[in-house]
């Protein structure tokens, strides 16, 4: 039989039977009647009719070829053939001494072979092999886009999984072209920074070219405010936002006097949502002034590519102004009763202030009256030295407590000396009153049981009393919300002063009382006005307070004193 030729495609060599072209596709349409003639009259010198596909039987081995009125007859019939025919392929393994039935045979044959007898039919493709029925290699071509914007992204990795494995980076269109690869499914990842990794799959045919179009999507991630402006101590909602979403966060902050915490307070740096919450105070000034924070987010998605944000948040400054800063100061009195000698304040209270303090929010405060609320003003008073010396004839009695410690009114909220006033919004002004008045009580005689009792009863008699402190007092606005979390830096310092009191009374009990103290009184030493800022000490803000600590017995010392 004649050999297929390799490969014959749709209108490539495949035409009408009666257009006078070769069933092998050897003869074009077009061949002269001349050729065909020479053609058929090669049949003598034994040669292959035209169209053969090659594999016919040698004309010198047929027997009737050796015949001469044969072999003219089979020229003649050739002749016509060639002249009613243009399908060539009448071989099919018949001799050249076929009969005119045998060459209309052939002809049959050729219309089958081509499609019938439709002119306009083509032939179906045929499978693309090499030698050895193995498909012919293909191509296979990847392309990478940004799935936001449909632009190529240069540089990709790609990794190609199938018949044959492979990788590749994108070019500047964003493809990576694999020629000559294996027929058969591949399937293709890419993978950018900053992007998502995805996989496309396709076919690469035999003889033909695959395609895979990736599109990766953009990691992404933003941070949204919720108030344009953070206000100083109360916590300021931030909320990072990452796409595509189920990455995790992890934050940073730059902050002079701040932090990121969760909801209940707690310092955090994940989550997508954190507070940010600050607070400092100038010491020199009082003021609260202004502070940016720099936060960051880095959102880790869950093929590990990244995506950062950046944010500066300011938290607003607030000033407070302080009028009516005048001291007053009374001398401190002895003043005697039946039974006592009472050290205590004169006409007045041995140190008294009534200052003023306004709140000035700035302009930009997205929230001023629950910002102002949360401030309050007050004082705050250590007590930096103390002596309670009472002298009787036989018998020192001294109170030593531990210095420094914080002075407060009994049942007053910590840490205030007196208890704080609120403001209750912008521009509130508030009067926060001081006083003081330090003192002790020292019997005529002394009433402790252990005391020497030896008549006659003047071994029980006072001799003297020595009494004086001194203090720093400062007047703050506490922000409420950052004492919950930071009490020992909530503060502002509006203002401060140191003050002093002593007295040291001699007694003869020779005279009667109301005459037997000597002097009766004594100046405190008191500033005129309060001084602005802090000052150069600091606040003792400790659980104990000075009358718990003096009325300790253990801070009371009794001692045996040569008789005065």
């Given at each position: ?30 061949d002269s009647a001349s050729e065909q003639s020479e053609s058929a009259g090669a049949a003598d010198g034994g040669s292959e009719t ?49 009969d005119a039935g045998a060459v209309e045979a052939a002809r049959n044959d050729a219309d089958t072979n081509f499609g019938g007898e ?105 941070i949204t405010l919720a108030q344009p402006v953070a206000c100083p101590g109360h916590p300021l909602e931030i909320t990072a936002a ?323």
């Amino acid at each position: 039989m004649p050999e297929q030729p390799d490969e014959t495609t749709p209108g490539d060599g495949a035409t009408s039977a009666e257009s006078g072209e070769s069933a092998s596709g050897q003869e074009a349409p077009g061949d002269s009647a001349s050729e065909q003639s020479e053609s058929a009259g090669a049949a003598d010198g034994g040669s292959e009719t035209p169209g053969d596909a090659g594999e016919g039987e040698d004309a010198g081995t047929d027997e009737s070829a050796s015949e001469p009125d044969a072999s003219s007859d089979s020229a003649d019939d050739q002749s016509e053939s060639a002249g009613d025919d243009s399908s060539g392929d009448a071989g099919d393994g018949a001799d050249e001494g076929t009969d005119a039935g045998a060459v209309e045979a052939a002809r049959n044959d050729a219309d089958t072979n081509f499609g019938g007898e439709s002119p306009d039919e083509t032939v179906a493709p045929c499978p693309v092999e090499v030698a050895g029925g193995a498909k012919k290699p293909g191509n296979l071509e990847v392309t990478v886009l940004d799935a936001k914007t449909g632009k190529p992204i240069p540089g990709a990795t790609v990794d190609i999984t199938g018949p044959a494995a492979s990788s590749g980076t994108t070019d500047d269109s964003g493809k990576v072209q694999k020629n000559g690869v294996p027929a058969g499914d591949y399937t293709a990842t890419a993978k950018n920074p900053g992007y998502t990794t995805e996989k496309g799959t396709a076919p690469v045919p035999a003889g033909g070219t695959g395609k895979i179009e990736i599109k990766l999507t953009p990691i992404t991630v933003t941070i949204t405010l919720a108030q344009p402006v953070a206000c100083p101590g109360h916590p300021l909602e931030i909320t990072a936002a990452g796409s595509p979403a189920g990455g995790t966060y992890a934050w940073t902050i730059t902050v002079p006097a701040g932090d990121l915490v969760d909801a209940a307070g707690t310092t955090t740096r994940s989550g997508d949502k954190v507070n940010l919450r600050g607070f400092q105070s100038d010491t020199t000034t009082g003021d609260i002034p202004a502070q940016t924070a720099k936060i960051g987010v880095t959102y880790t998605y869950t093929n590990g590519q990244t995506a950062a944000a950046n944010q500066d948040v300011v938290i607003h400054e607030i000033k407070f102004q302080l009028t009516d800063d005048s001291i007053s100061k009374s001398p401190t009195a002895a003043n005697e009763t039946a039974t006592v000698l009472d050290i205590t304040f004169g006409a007045s209270a041995t140190m008294s202030t009534d200052p003023k303090v306004e709140i000035d929010l700035d302009a930009s405060c997205p929230r001023k009256t629950d910002c102002a609320k949360n401030h309050q003003t007050g004082w705050l008073q250590t007590v930096l030295t103390s002596v309670v010396d009472l002298r009787y004839t036989h018998t020192r009695i001294q109170v030593t407590p531990p210095m420094p410690v914080r002075d407060a009114i009994a049942g007053v909220v910590a840490p205030f000396y007196l208890a704080p006033i609120p403001f209750t919004g912008d521009k509130d002004k508030q009067t926060v009153h001081h006083e003081d008045s330090p003192g002790v009580k020292a019997p005529w005689t002394d009433p402790r049981p252990a005391s020497p009792a030896p008549p006659p009863p003047k071994n029980k008699q006072l001799r003297s009393v020595i009494r004086s402190m001194s203090f720093t007092a400062w007047l703050v606005v506490q922000n409420i919300e950052w004492f919950a979390h930071h009490p020992a830096d909530c503060y502002a310092f509006v203002g401060h002063f140191d003050w002093s009191m002593s007295i040291t009374v001699a007694v003869d009990f020779t005279k009667a009382v109301g005459s037997r103290g000597s002097p009766h009184s004594s100046p405190p030493t008191v500033p005129a006005k309060i001084s602005k800022g802090k000052g150069g000490s600091s606040p003792d803000l400790g659980a104990v307070v000075y009358n718990t600590t003096a009325n300790d017995p253990a801070n009371q010392h009794v001692d045996p004193a040569p008789e005065i």
